[in-house]
């Protein structure tokens, strides 16, 4: 039989592992009854005990006392058990210590590995419990691998639990070695067949949101909200800012004195990343004009049952509004909500989004000119 020492040992692994003996005891009972009925046939109504006060298991076949007995290796009739004891009823269940042969080898073999399993099991769901609730924070971790596919794992967390960061995950152009000391933002905790797997990124919008969060004061004092966020990682980011104090320029809070907030951000996190800080506002129209920045706008149409705007421009401006490849429409898109078409001056007068009377007025001046008159942003119309 399983001695002293091996509740004893449970009694250790309570204490480095916290993990309660009664666990170990439950799991072990069940294995226990489990082998039994395998090992000495499913037939007999089988179960184990283990007392770990007096360190012993027991095994007893239990029948139900019937009418009419069917089933005799699980069933006794209410005459023979009253034979036994006279207060049985129908319905009573009656143990009776058995002693299977070779029980203390299989109970030994069965020892091993429900301790095995069970370890397995409650570790795997001790881990899963410190990730599950980090969803969505960033973490500091270390580069423990890099494979040849490119992607990495970073051990995280009090117990170094390894996490994934793919190559989608990773910012274009950033490279790193074992050993680096890298900001790594949670995106998912997966529980499988295969054990907990904690999935990494730094190209998500949860990342920059992050930064954001450590690098600006007013941030965390909920003084300045992060309204929304659009990235293409690697490349560019747009983050919508509000101020809920007058006093507080959202923008230059998140920029900082001479770009110090901004520039740490960028350079040390992003690898160079460029990020435009965009006013918010409830005007959809100056929110949009607003978004297209660095380009300065002239004009924007909405149609707000479709959420669709077209947004004229300078005719000097066109590229820089639409951007590399269509970048700065495309993550402006993506930061309002709508769908935005960016037309010039030129073409918008041609297409007749522009009043006739308005386009001949401004028909001779230069787009320098244009500028200076209409200023930085307006939400449609002329001032």
Same mark, same amino acid.
Request: proline letters at 3%; charged letters at 30%.
């Given at each position: 039989?399983?001695?002293?020492?091996?509740?004893?040992?449970?009694?250790?692994?309570?204490?480095?592992?916290?993990i309660p003996k009664e666990s170990f005891i439950s799991a072990l009972e069940n294995a226990l009854t489990f082998a039994c009925k395998r090992n000495?046939?499913?037939?007999?109504?089988?179960?184990?005990?283990?007392?770990?006060?007096?360190?012993?298991?027991?095994?007893?076949?239990?029948?139900?006392?019937?009418?009419?007995?069917e089933d005799p290796d699980k069933e006794i009739s209410l005459e023979e058990a009253r034979e036994l004891k006279k207060t049985y009823e129908i319905?009573?269940?009656?143990?009776?210590?058995?002693?299977?042969?070779?029980?203390?080898?299989?109970?030994? $073999?069965?020892?091993?590995?429900?301790?095995? $399993?069970?370890?397995?099991?409650?570790?795997?769901?001790?881990?899963?419990? $410190?990730?599950?609730?980090?969803?969505?924070?960033?973490?500091?971790?270390?580069?423990?691998?890099?494979?040849?596919? #490119?992607?990495?794992?970073?051990?995280?967390?009090?117990?170094?639990?390894?996490?994934?960061?793919?190559?989608?995950?990773?910012?274009?152009?950033?490279?790193?070695?074992?050993?680096?000391?890298?900001?790594?933002?949670?995106?998912?905790?997966?529980?499988?067949?295969? #054990?907990? $797997?904690?999935?990494?990124?730094?190209?998500?919008?949860?990342?920059?949101?992050?930064?954001?969060?450590?690098?600006?004061?007013?941030?965390?004092?909920?003084?300045?909200?992060?309204?929304?966020?659009?990235?293409?990682?690697?490349?560019?980011?747009?983050?919508?800012?509000?101020?809920?104090?007058?006093?507080?320029?959202?923008?230059?809070?998140?920029?900082?004195?001479?770009?110090?907030?901004?520039?740490?951000?960028?350079?040390?996190?992003?690898?160079?990343?460029?990020?435009?800080?965009?006013?918010?506002?409830?005007?959809?129209?100056?929110?949009?004009?607003?978004?297209?920045?660095?380009?300065?706008?002239?004009?924007?149409?909405?149609?707000?049952?479709?959420?669709?705007?077209?947004?004229?421009?300078?005719?000097?401006?066109?590229?820089?509004?639409?951007?590399?490849?269509?970048?700065?429409?495309?993550?402006?898109?993506?930061?309002?909500?709508?769908?935005?078409?960016?037309?010039?001056?030129?073409?918008?007068?041609?297409?007749?989004?522009?009043?006739?009377?308005?386009?001949?007025?401004?028909?001779?001046?230069?787009?320098?000119?244009?500028?200076?008159?209409?200023?930085?942003?307006?939400? #449609?119309?002329?001032?």
């Amino acid at each position: 039989m399983i001695s002293k020492d091996f509740f004893s040992a449970l009694d250790d692994f309570e204490k480095e592992k916290g993990i309660p003996k009664e666990s170990f005891i439950s799991a072990l009972e069940n294995a226990l009854t489990f082998a039994c009925k395998r090992n000495f046939g499913e037939a007999n109504n089988v179960e184990v005990k283990l007392n770990p006060e007096k360190a012993t298991i027991r095994v007893f076949a239990y029948k139900t006392v019937v009418e009419t007995v069917e089933d005799p290796d699980k069933e006794i009739s209410l005459e023979e058990a009253r034979e036994l004891k006279k207060t049985y009823e129908i319905g009573d269940k009656i143990a009776k210590e058995i002693f299977p042969k070779d029980f203390s080898r299989i109970a030994a $073999q069965t020892a091993r590995q429900v301790i095995t $399993q069970t370890i397995k099991e409650i570790e795997k769901t001790q881990m899963y419990d $410190q990730f599950a609730d980090k969803e969505d924070e960033m973490l500091v971790g270390v580069v423990s691998r890099v494979k040849d596919d #490119g992607t990495i794992y970073v051990e995280i967390g009090k117990n170094q639990m390894e996490g994934i960061l793919m190559p989608a995950d990773q910012i274009p152009g950033e490279n790193f070695k074992f050993g680096d000391k890298i900001k790594v933002y949670v995106r998912k905790v997966k529980d499988g067949a295969k #054990g907990v $797997q904690v999935v990494l990124s730094r190209s998500c919008v949860g990342f920059v949101k992050r930064l954001f969060e450590s690098e600006v004061p007013e941030i965390r004092a909920g003084i300045v909200v992060i309204k929304s966020i659009a990235r293409e990682a690697g490349y560019r980011t747009k983050i919508a800012v509000y101020s809920t104090d007058q006093n507080i320029d959202a923008g230059g809070a998140c920029v900082g004195t001479k770009g110090v907030r901004i520039n740490a951000i960028s350079n040390n996190e992003l690898n160079g990343e460029k990020i435009d800080v965009i006013p918010w506002s409830e005007d959809i129209l100056d929110f949009i004009a607003n978004a297209l920045s660095p380009a300065k706008v002239y004009m924007v149409q909405a149609n707000e049952e479709e959420k669709e705007a077209k947004v004229i421009v300078p005719d000097d401006k066109l590229s820089l509004a639409i951007g590399r490849e269509g970048q700065n429409a495309r993550l402006a898109a993506r930061l309002t909500g709508w769908k935005i078409d960016v037309k010039s001056y030129t073409n918008a007068v041609k297409m007749g989004l522009i009043d006739s009377e308005e386009s001949d007025a401004e028909s001779d001046k230069s787009a320098e000119d244009l500028l200076a008159e209409i200023g930085d942003i307006t939400s #449609g119309e002329e001032e």
